[in-house]
């Protein structure tokens, strides 16, 4: 069993892989032959599919540029540097990565735009098949993206080993990290292109529809509502699904690099992690299932549908180690828990902070009774307090697994975490599609009950995007170490290369470089940040200088006697957002060429560590508050407080229009920022030192 | 010259830190002779004044309390670990620290009440006369305090350098740590329950008077406005010159000990840094007579003057450079002027992102028209973008200096930096004087222009309170290396008492428990902002909730034909903040034991540089944001964008008021809570490891 596992591990990963796809296609049947509802609901859904279509289209081209002059860069400078064979793959690593990560987002948001109007239809029967409808719209996108990792990054690696031969092996590794490269720096563009147009087209709407015209959400008067819808689709689904791609890629990748490094000559390490994913790949399945048929109330049936996945997992993952490290496997185990406990933890952490059910927002919601402004100071403050914990479990697992089996203890532990992404990518997908689905009911004009059931399920999709964001940057914050090892252990391999006595580099926290670094590194979340704010800003100005052009032009707009010209809002910003993401998306790239080539080696490798350091803090405060304040307008428009049009509501408007960039452009943007970064240092290091 | 110098150099600082302690009675006298105006005017200022010493009094109390049980635990922990002289003598360096740092916020509150009254009634006269009263006011506090300081650390290790005689030249080093830990720990009690009371009351004022009855800042219907301006004086006055004792003692401190640890046998090393205080002195009583001479307009008069400062300070400094190192003086003298780039770099960045002249504050101005959440969104991104610069300029200045001279090179472009304090804070305690002489005016019915040269003054005096705590925590990014490297170095040296064949313990990044290290020290200035901004929603609760109940008791109160108990509203809030300061004081203290004790040596060194690394960016942003928004508001106010009234002057209060506990409680405690945790770090060193 060991030797066939240790032969053929990969390939049982793949078809495994090539299951999650086919319980996606089934599931994605069934999401199609659905009920889409009367015919103003298919002619709404239409527009919005046309919108995201062009939007993501066009995204694509953009993006496809840029790409073609790294790809052209990647080969040259490592064909010069280091061989045109091992330029050749890097690159050719680089454009699967690529267009796997822009795939997963299209089909997020061609899964996304099928289930929202489904949604709305299986609402007028009920919240369960409105709940289903919606998670199998996100588990669709899971599952497909995990299968497509999978099969991508397993046969990719079979495909450069095969080419390479086992003499070159390190140049089979070069390869595949020309893959994550591509699916990371991918992932950041659409996560910023998504999360701008998303946020751009939200907050413009808002400004002047909610605060301006006093509109209601989604009012079909408002020209920018289709384009806000639109968003849900491109940034939420498609900018999602595409850094989740990116997010269990790299993953993947730093632990096969890390078992290379480690354990070169015994190929069960470097096959375990790829087994890890394709059992866990059957216990999402089960999840899927049990929420499928289960009968628990909506925002109790997500959790234990996750909680028993991670249950089976851990099930599963004990034959596997017993398997194939028969004498040391509680130390290989040990770590595959450790995760899946993280998993449980990081999900139960943010839910604390972000559901409307406990004391963080219930606070924000009471804080907005005196005004705008301790609204706002309350939300700050409790994405503050959100990261206190999330460090105290990511230090613990960090000690635990690299107790159990060093650095590779720590990879496996990341890996197991992530293991589960297919089943909790349902979850992220689940909020958009009910957000969706209910501004269908309203443009739709639906009875209002509709409404009520769509805004429930939404404000635990608030909770539920807010969660696996979180799940997502503390999962950078445990891969840390092994990111920074692997940029270690290429830069010792390089120099043995050119001087077979050189001495392994050293990063002490004592030397000035090594601050500097830091420093250097933990500026970059901040800036990042502050870039992407100020494009989120820009964007929705221009959206609410369209609309204010088409309420003066033709008055009979808010009479209901003219119709808006959606189409202009949606191009407008569709310009905005592709023309805002390329600095801050290109911002990381170039302060890690401006450190290598001007401070050299050892501050690089600090920057890497900087980044990571300020990046999980800063990613989870904001994407905690983001949801918090979210979520209290949410339950103050549920009638506390004064409920809607009281003081209080207008207080926590604000909140949660300031939270729109916080939790859907900015905060989520940072996890790929970090991979990138640290992906990009790893690749250059031929060409700088 | 030189071998004077070496024998006598201390005494020649102390000598020139007694001279600004003159320097600063005469202008107190100056001060003190200068009109106060009318009887209404004294009766107010009378009460401010009251209100203030009767909270200053009390914090005393409170901190005292608290001091007496850590003067007793370092005595006994010292005692039993080292010896009971060490432990006596660190245990009275704490007390000396303690008092001393107790001393100079009383200080800086008793010479502002001194002056806010007599500003109102220059600024009866003319601009000019009010900002020289008020720059004054600030001087004598910048001189005190400075002097102060160089005494106390000068004095102190005089006596005890002869205490302990040469042979136990460690244990006298010690004692000063023991100074530098009771200068850190009160000075953050300061900050914080100044910082608490201010925001507190400023921030309840408002909610309640601004918002809510629609009354003018200032206006004395409404029951806190005393509160109000006694919380500039606790906060602004007394908390910042505690804090700056703080970072100019803990600074000096630093520089001996490096110069203790790398040449011992080299006195010119250790007594250097004296001698650039005490010339640094001069430079900035050369600076203040120029202020006071001048006739430039108020917003260049004083950028001049410390341009002025900073210049003579350089001049003086070649000649002490040459005579102290001869062989060596260009590796000596070039840290210096890194150190005074540093001081005006600071300044003009801050300066940038802060006055109403430059785009960053106009750009927040103008997102204010399209409301509340877009105000917030700009002033939130103002504050993240002025994090970029000073980082480039700290690493730069780190690089320079460690190539002139090491360690000792970084240790002296802090102390250089630090050393013009003295005209520095002249210029944060400027704000809240005429803050509080512009409420005087109101408060007195004197005719509106006094108010409108009051609230121009006001404006400058907001960015450079913002300025001078971008000074600060710079300050502290500076000194990141001096602190961790003196942390090693006393770790070192104990492990050598214990074993004399010890290795030198390491920091480097690839090992998993720096990593955890970084990660908890990173967390540390998150949860405390998390804390100190809840600490100031609470304290400010509890004032809505006394003037609601007042104006609900006695209507007659806005009508103008009953008076408010303003002493009420003074009581409570004096308790709540005295209250909610403890535990955030606390955090840094305990977060240091429990790493100390669970985690070990290597773990807390990396909480030392992760507490630095993001300490210095949140410090940094918060104080930024926070000037930014207040001025973005006066900017409104003087008629752009609609002026007062307007929609954007709503929003642009909101930012204001989220802008105050970022800018005044949780932003300027950053730098003495990183101190904190670095001073206790080496204090704990011979009870932990």
Redesign the interface.
């Known amino acids: 069993m060991e030797s066939f596992l240790i032969q053929y591990g990969i390939f049982v990963a793949i078809a495994l892989g090539i299951l999650a796809v086919a319980v996606a296609v089934i599931l994605a049947l069934k999401v199609r032959a659905a009920d889409t509802g009367t015919d103003l609901m298919r002619e709404i859904a239409a527009a919005i599919e046309e919108g995201a279509k062009a939007y993501l289209s066009r995204q694509i081209k953009t993006i496809s540029a840029i790409a073609v002059v790294l790809f052209v860069l990647i080969l040259i400078s490592k064909g010069i540097a280091v061989g045109w064979d091992s330029g050749g793959a890097t690159a050719f690593g680089f454009v699967i990565g690529a267009s796997c990560s822009l795939l997963a987002g299209f089909i997020g948001m061609r899964v996304a735009v099928l289930a929202n109007v489904r949604t709305t239809q299986a609402a007028t029967i009920g919240a369960q098949p409105a709940l289903r409808m919606a998670f199998n719209g996100g588990a669709v996108t899971g599952l497909l993206v995990v299968g497509l990792a999978l099969t991508a990054v397993g046969g990719f690696y079979l495909c450069a080993d095969a080419f390479f031969a086992q003499a070159d092996h390190k140049k089979a590794l070069d390869a595949l990290v020309g893959l994550a490269l591509g699916a990371s720096l991918i992932s950041v563009f659409a996560r910023l292109g998504g999360g701008i147009y998303t946020k751009a087209a939200d ?1 413009g709407a808002d ?1 002047v529809g909610k ?1 301006e015209q006093n509109l209601d959400e989604d009012d079909p008067r408002n020209p920018a509502t289709i384009a806000d819808n639109v968003g849900d689709n491109v940034g939420d689904c498609a900018g999602m699904a595409a850094d989740v791609f990116e997010t269990f890629a790299v993953s993947l990748i730093g632990s096969v690099l890390v078992a290379a490094l480690s354990y070169a000559d015994q190929p069960q390490y470097l096959i375990f992690p790829f087994l890890l994913c394709g059992l866990a790949v059957i216990a999402s399945v089960i999840g899927i299932i049990f929420i499928n048929v289960g009968t628990l109330a909506p925002s109790k049936a997500l959790l234990v549908g996750v909680a028993l996945s991670a249950i089976i997992a851990g099930l599963l993952f004990l034959p596997l180690s017993m398997v194939m490290f028969p004498t040391e496997w509680v130390s290989i185990y040990v770590p595959t828990l450790v995760g899946l406990a993280m998993t449980f933890i990081t999900v139960m952490i943010t839910n604390y902070y972000t559901a409307t059910e406990f004391a963080p927002v219930r606070k924000i919601a009471k ?1 907005s009774e ?5 609204n ?3 939300g ?2 409790v994405g ?2 959100a ?2 914990l999330p ?1 105290f479990f ?2 613990l697992s ?2 635990i697994s ?1 107790y159990c089996h060093e650095l590779y203890g ?1 990879a496996i532990a990341v890996v197991s975490m992530l293991s589960l992404s297919g089943i909790i990518i349902s979850l992220d997908a689940f909020g958009p599609i009910t957000d969706n689905a209910g501004g269908l009911a309203v443009m739709s004009k639906l009875p209002k009950e509709i409404r009520k059931i769509t805004d429930e399920l939404d404000a635990i999709g608030n909770t539920m995007k807010a969660v696996t964001k979180g799940y997502a940057i503390a999962s950078a ?1 445990l891969a ?2 092994v990111l ?2 692997s940029y ?1 252990g290429e830069l010792q391999a390089h120099r043995l290369i050119l001087h077979p006595d050189a001495v392994p580099t ?5 030397e ?5 670094g ?3 590194g ?2 970059l979340p ?2 990042f ?2 870039y992407t ?2 494009a ?2 820009k964007a ?2 221009a959206v ?1 200088r369209e609309v204010r052009r088409q309420l003066l032009a033709k008055p009979g707009i808010l009479l209901g006697t003219d119709k808006p010209e959606y189409g202009t809002c949606v191009d407008i910003v569709t310009k905005a957002a592709l023309q805002e993401m390329i600095f801050p998306a290109l911002l990381p790239v170039l302060a890690v060429l401006l450190v290598a080539g001007f401070l050299g080696a050892k501050a690089l ?2 920057v890497l ?2 980044t990571i ?2 990046g ?2 800063v990613g989870i ?1 904001l994407t905690s508050s983001g949801g918090a304040w979210d979520n209290a307008k949410k339950f103050i428009e549920e009638g506390n407080y004064g409920g809607k049009g009281s003081v209080a509501h207008a207080a926590a ?3 949660d ?2 939270g729109d ?1 916080y939790k859907d452009t900015s905060g989520p943007a940072i996890n790929p920022m970090i991979k990138v970064v640290n992906i990009v240092a790893i690749l250059i290091i031929p060409l700088f030192f």
Request: avoid cysteine.
């Open positions: 907050v400004l605060i804080a005196t005004g705008h402004a301790t706002i100071i309350a700050l403050a503050l307090h990261t206190l460090v990511i230090g960090i000690l690299y720590v914050g840390a170490l920074f090892r270690v050293t990063f002490g926290l004592d000035p470089i090594i601050l500097i830091l420093f250097i933990g500026v901040f800036l940040v502050a704010m100020d989120v800003g929705a100005g609410v490798g600090a560590v900087g350091v300020t999980l803090f405060s408007v604000t909140g229009t300031v960039p």
